[in-house]
């Protein structure tokens, strides 16, 4: 079949055409078009037919061999003609593909077809799509950060399912870790626990075990939720599962994490801010600023500390500077 044949008018093309692809079997249709030319021009002749050609042309996108942006935007103009189970497996290739190798200017068709992924896919097989193993680590920040801004039904699934997006990402810990991506992921480990509050709570042992390691990267977000989350377990007696990093060699395993998160944030460069916004909530503060002047360059550390709570919002800013210049006085005298 040559679909360029100047023998032929329109009609008479795409009447042969409709009827070769509606008896060919699935797989020989992948055969037809695996061949991108001519893939490229069988989607071209269906396009112009919409919605007549609608079933032939998914069918063609599902087995075809287009570029993932061209995919993704015939994909698009054919899905509202679609039946369901049609629908659905259209949707499924384009996000398979989307989601793995798309570029960036492709995020908008990417939104939409997460927003509609809820009738089709759940929670697990949407974070195993967005965190592929062979992806970009910018088509993964973009992906999480697409998962974070989803709608409700959408979001409210991946939140339920904290623990398999966190492993995922960390399992990525020798890649460059965007801001982008730490401050979505952190947003989605902050809001799980009204959702799933012990997926949050186990997420956050492997995340912080993660984050307070990678002091050469933008995620003391990460500490900021999680340290909380985990400090609050210790305290309560229990351990965070996830924690391989701490090596808790005191009793007081409160001590031993006030140590582990000082000692991170002395030897990276952080925000010194996220320090006191990640320990605030576990009501020692105070303890932390006395571990955090045993150190070596503890005392200088306070001191920009000090400085930087001018960053604060207002109504705390007098109240640390009061607990830090408390501290400082009591270390000198």
């Known amino acids: 079949m040559h679909l ?17 692809l509606s008896r060919a079997s699935e797989r020989d249709l992948q055969s037809l ?34 570029p993932v942006g061209r995919l993704l935007r015939n994909g698009c103009r054919v899905l509202p003609s679609l039946e369901p189970e049609l629908k659905a497996e259209l949707a499924l290739r384009m996000l398979t593909l989307g989601l793995s190798s ?7 068709a990417l939104e939409e077809l997460i927003s509609e992924s809820v009738s089709f896919l759940d929670p697990h097989r949407l974070i195993a799509l967005a965190i592929p193993w062979d992806a ?28 398999e997006l966190s492993n995922r990402l960390i399992a990525r ?19 799980s626990g009204a959702i799933n509050q012990r997926a949050q709570t186990n997420a956050a ?36 599962p996830g924690l391989f990093s ?16 000082v000692q991170a944030f002395l030897s990276s460069n952080w925000p010194t801010t996220d320090l006191i916004r990640a320990v605030q909530p576990t009501g020692d503060l105070r303890r932390v600023l006395d571990r955090l002047l045993r150190e070596p360059n503890g005392d200088s550390f306070m001191r920009r500390l000090r400085r930087d709570v001018s960053q604060l919002p207002a109504r705390e800013q007098k109240r640390l500077k009061a607990a830090i210049d408390e501290a400082l006085d009591e270390h000198e005298a």
């Open 33 to 66: 078009v695996q061949d991108e030319p001519l893939s490229e021009k069988i989607v071209e002749a269906l396009v112009g037919e919409l919605p007549l050609t609608a079933a032939q042309l998914a069918r063609v996108l599902i087995s075809g061999n287009l």
């Open 4 to 20: 360029g044949s100047s023998g032929l008018g329109d009609r008479r093309r795409l009447r042969l055409l409709n009827t070769v």
């Open 205 to 240: 042992g492997a995340v912080l075990s993660f984050a307070i390691e990678e002091r050469s990267k933008p995620v003391s977000p990460l500490i900021v939720v999680a340290f909380p989350i985990v400090y609050a377990e210790l305290r309560s007696g229990k351990e965070a």
């Open 136 to 163: 970009t680590q910018k088509r993964v920040s973009d992906n999480v950060v697409l998962l974070e801004s989803a709608k409700l039904g959408v979001r409210t699934g991946v939140l339920a399912d904290i623990e």
């Open 102 to 108: 798309a570029s960036s200017s492709e995020n908008s």
């Open 173 to 191: 810990r020798h890649d460059t870790i965007p801001s982008e991506l730490v401050l979505s992921w952190s947003h989605l480990l902050a809001d």
């Open 246 to 261: 701490f090596f808790f060699v005191d009793w007081d395993r409160c001590k031993t994490a006030r140590k582990n998160i």
